[in-house]
């Protein structure tokens, strides 16, 4: 048997269930952003981008700057388990940092906002302990909140990727950077990293991709507008029952995933030719 | 594919075969919608009907609860499914005209024999449509201003005195926007009822394209009304800062604050206002699909449900809700503690002038595109 | 005293800060499992007590049988996808594939296009082929999301296995599926099983699809759990949620037995 046609045998069953189970219902919902009362046109898109461009906009913002904070904080953990000297700080570590990933986003929204509102329980303990005055206390019911809740919820599900990934480099390497008398930051950065990226980006972009569809964080912790895409989808949908709209803005939600997506594929196709 | 997927559910042993008669309630709303069902008349119909059972199944709170349950009708009807798989829904007044549109729905309410004591005008007709028949209100809900009387003693009784207040002490009134839920949006109709002409006409049509030029003033006070006050998430986010004291005024569903407040969330002494010139309700509604399986059960269900016995018991001594059927015929079913106990806050004279609809469908439309272009963005 | 001795302090403070960080909103959660009453203006709840725990082990409210059934929902998942993502990631990873980006881009779609005007489609479908109401057409559901984890995850544990090893079996004569079964599949293993651990938790917290495929007859802990959380019903919602931590932990604790740290490094590769 010939290897591609032998590789595509073993893709399908996978490749069906979901162009079968997703990609097929997905279609009229596509078809559907450019139905306009009946005829094929671009007006759903014209009054997504009229009204919900910033919604657009500050989506993307807040995803990517999550994403950014994630990045960071899951190079951070995963950098101290790999070379941290107290193997009872990393055993600390280690047990602490996964517990999140257990928690599902829509008790994410609620947990969260009732901690982070201006008398909510972070003010409150902060109050008690003498840090904050009742005066000084602020809400984090905004975009800051969402960022916060992201990188709460996901930091977790990338650092379990790249910390496995780290934990099984070369430790020769390391320890003669180490020898030579080379910080640990410098190490992380310098020697560690590159070695793990492909993992950090495969982790980040699965993060990128279900932040984008999460609806019941922004429709929770965020009051204000701009909100993010999701939710003004939730909004068309249940007060106009206008899939139109909703389907259209869909579609810019999965143009922007797939744009992101690419790009990393494309770069590690050209790794694995 | 059936013959495959029934022993595999059969395997399963979660899902018990159809042997005594299954009647299924979907219903929207609250966890306590599902608790009513599930606590009080589910048990109740089956000591009455031995053999059958009741299980409930909620679609969430709010319009999306209602929408899952158009959707869930929508699939079946394009699937051409035979035999649906719910008997009863209860949908918000808002979805029980498209579903009537749609024809999903079955003209039961001649059939039943409480049908009769549905006597409100909002089982006729449901913001514009015409649904004679085909709904019987579980309870009628309204929306009302919620404040704390520690932070505020003499509470304002109009939109007017409102606006005053909340540029008197900025930040503490809070509302929920337009996207948030219907708490909010209630608040909105309310402040175009109160700043832009026509409630009757907004409410009872017809639709006309010219009204919709008279809202610019009123959505331009909003937007500056709006500046001075918080924007909170949801029906649920605006109880939930209530809650904490973040802000001590809010527009509430009635029915969700008294469970937040017997869940022990809100303090005991919170209080209801209904400003005038009016804020809107609008009933629960109980409605069978015309491809039932078990019409018959369902429609016995329905009648013990809005029977006056269970409207008293169930409806108003239980929940505290507004009953859905001719409310002298519970009175009387009731002490007048009980039955007092529904107007606390909210005097009956009070609720029989403030207590609007919600706008017709397409004034309901018109008035949340406008709201998100003058106001929220 | 050194410089040395002092280091503990920063340390200290790091890992202090991220408890506070990771246990403050945990905390909360715990506190309203168990909170009768609390508002404004008391900082901690002013009742301790269980009536909700009661509220959700009622036995109308079919809790108990609702977590089995998302229990074995979400094994049944885990099962399917790792069955199906061991060829797909087999393929991806180490043969000549066509398309091999569009496929990949492909199984990530139903995490890419938020799927709330979807679901009504996908209603419809599960209607025709008959599985409205089946655990398989739950699973299914389910299925089509945990397929993004693990395949792209699979693909990276084959990607780990060295060639030569294969290439040593097939030259003392097994045969293909033989070195696949022997050699390549059990250095695979432990990267499956990681991929089986977002699968799971994917399936444990999913509600809509739940709701539109298995209800009313198949009910899962967080359909119950979506009703109380979006409404706002903390005691109902947290309690829920510390009952669905308990699987999730087991499951998690189960596979760390047989992970093998260095497969993730692969991942995506």
Redesign the interface.
Known sequence: MP??F??????T???L??????????A??IT?AFDVDGNFGIGNFQKAFE?YS?DIVFTIVIVLLSSVLIGLCSIAIGGYLTLGN?PR?VS??KW????????????????????L??????N??L??SGILTAAQTI?F?DWRGIVIAFV?KQTP?VT??????????DRAMIESARNLGASRLRILVEIILPQ?L??L???L??SF??M??V??VP???????P?M???????R?????D?GV??A???I??MT??VV??I???Q??R??R | MRKVCYPLVALALTTSPVLAEELTVLTAGDQNMVDYVNEYLGPLFESQNPGTTVRAVGTGP???GS?KI?ERFDAQAQANVGTWDADVAVVHEKFAG?MVEKGYLDAYRGDIENGKLATGANSKMALGTNVDGYVMPMFSSQTALAYNPALVPTPPRSYEELATWAKENPKQFGY?????GASG?SFVMGWIYAFAGDADKLMNGPFEEAETAKWSDAFASLKDFTTNA?????NA?TL??LS???ISMGPVWVDMFYSWKADGKLPPEMKLVLPAPGMPGQPMHYVIPEKSGHKDLAEKFVNLATSPEVQAEGIVKRFNWYPGIDAQLVQSKLDAATWDKLFTDISPEDLAKNGKSFPIAPYN?AI?EAY??QV?? | MTLNDLK?IP?GLC?GL??F?????????V??AVTERWY??H??PLEYGFTYWAKVFSPRGNATVSLLTSVMIACLTVVVSVG??I??G???AR????L??V????????????????YV??A???YQFGLNGTILGVV??H??HG???A??IAT?AFSAVDGELEEAARSIGASAMRTFVDVTLPIAAPGLL?SS??VF?ES??E?TGTYFVGAPDVSTL?LL??TA??G?N?QI??IT?LV??VP??AF?FVIEKF?R?????????
Do not use: C
């Open positions: 290897v591609p032998l590789g595509l045998l073993l893709v069953p996978a490749l269930v979901v162009t079968l189970l997703f990609i097929v219902p997905l009229s919902s559907g009204l910033s107290n700080a600390i570590l602490l940092y996964r517990w999140p990933l257990f928690i599902p986003f829509i008790v994410v929204g609620q947990i969260l906002r009732t901690f509102a201006k008398n909510g329980l972070m409150s303990m109050m008690e809400s019911l709460w599900f379990l990727l790249i910390a496995g990934a780290m934990a099984s480099l793990v492909p993992t980006l495969v982790g972009i699965l991709v279900t984008m569809s609806l019941s429709l929770m912790i965020n009051a204000q507008s909100t895409i999701t939710a003004s989808m939730a909004f949908i249940n007060a106009y029952g899939y909703a389907n803005l869909g579609v939600s999965l995933t797939s997506a690419w990393h594929l494309r590690t196709m790794e694995h | 709010g319009d999306a929408q158009l498209p929920n926007g337009i996207k948030g949006v918080t924007l909170t998430p949801g986010g939930d800062m904490r004291g973040e439309t949340l998100e272009r929220g963005n | 503990w340390r890992l991220l408890a960080a990771i246990f403050g909103p945990l905390t909360n959660l506190l309203w404004f203006p900082a901690l199906l993502a060829p797909a087999y393929a991806l043969l000549k594939l066509p091999r980006g496929i990949l881009l492909l199984l990530l779609i139903p995490q890419a296009f938020p799927n709330l005007p979807v489609n996908i419809r479908i599960f299914l559901v299925v089509t397929l993004v984890y395949v792209w990276a990681a651990i977002f938790l444990l917290d509600f967080p759990l979506y959380g979006s706002g903390y919602a947290s949620a669905l931590l999730s932990i998690m992970l740290a260095d497969v993730l490094s692969k991942v995506g590769r």
